[in-house]
């Protein structure tokens, strides 16, 4: 089971928990390491700037940000375990509040990861006008992986709006978080043209 103390395990063991059908971890999960994955690459990217005292802050908002999003995305995977086992519930009246509940919580996960993947794409573009000018194919990879990120976060989301209002009123759900499934896909495709600008040869 993927829990926060999600940094201490190997690569390998991360993928063939993934191979799993338990859904911890699943894709939110995955997405959240392939952003923080992106982060990483920022800060590298930020350290071959030595010089330059705006790479030096991007390059720690980027760790907080990889361990931030490391941690989230351990508690995603959790959250996605509780809703397979809500979903495999046998039909009763007790299912559909469970589901509906599990739903909640997981959008809450997705959301989390949303949010960060944000502000990731968000200093990816500082450290592309800052960072070193022979670095900037990495910081491509690191913007196309972050835009991964940002997809993974607001297809889980609209996943887990969509399974909550068929189990219940998901009125006050689609109020709180709408507006961030829109800006999660905006950011998606703002971070997929820098990537590809920053990779032009």
Not at 16 to 40: H, I, K, S
Not at 148 to 160: D, E, F
């Amino acid at each position: 089971m993927v829990t926060a103390a999600l940094t201490g395990r190997t690569l390998g063991a991360f993928l063939e928990g993934l191979r799993r059908p338990t859904g911890n971890p699943g894709g939110g999960a995955a997405g959240g390491v392939v952003a923080a994955v992106g982060a990483a690459l920022g800060t590298m990217v930020c350290a071959y700037t030595p010089d330059e005292p705006r790479a030096r802050e991007r390059a720690l908002a980027l760790d907080l940000l990889g361990d931030r999003l490391v941690a989230a995305a351990a508690t995603d995977a959790d959250a996605s375990e509780m809703l397979g086992a809500a979903l495999a519930l046998p039909d009763s009246p007790d299912r559909s509040p469970a589901v509906f509940a599990a739903a909640t919580d997981a959008c809450a996960a997705s959301a989390a990861l949303g949010d960060l993947s944000l502000a990731l794409a968000r200093e990816l573009r500082e450290v592309a006008d800052v960072g070193n000018r022979h670095l900037m194919s990495d910081l491509a990879v690191a913007a196309d992986i972050t835009a991964a990120g940002l997809g993974a976060a607001a297809t889980n989301l609209r996943g887990g709006l969509t399974l909550a209002a068929a189990h219940g009123d998901a009125t006050a759900l689609e109020a709180a978080y709408r507006a961030l499934v829109d800006a999660l896909l905006t950011s998606r495709a703002e971070t997929r043209a820098l990537a590809d600008r920053l990779g032009e040869p």
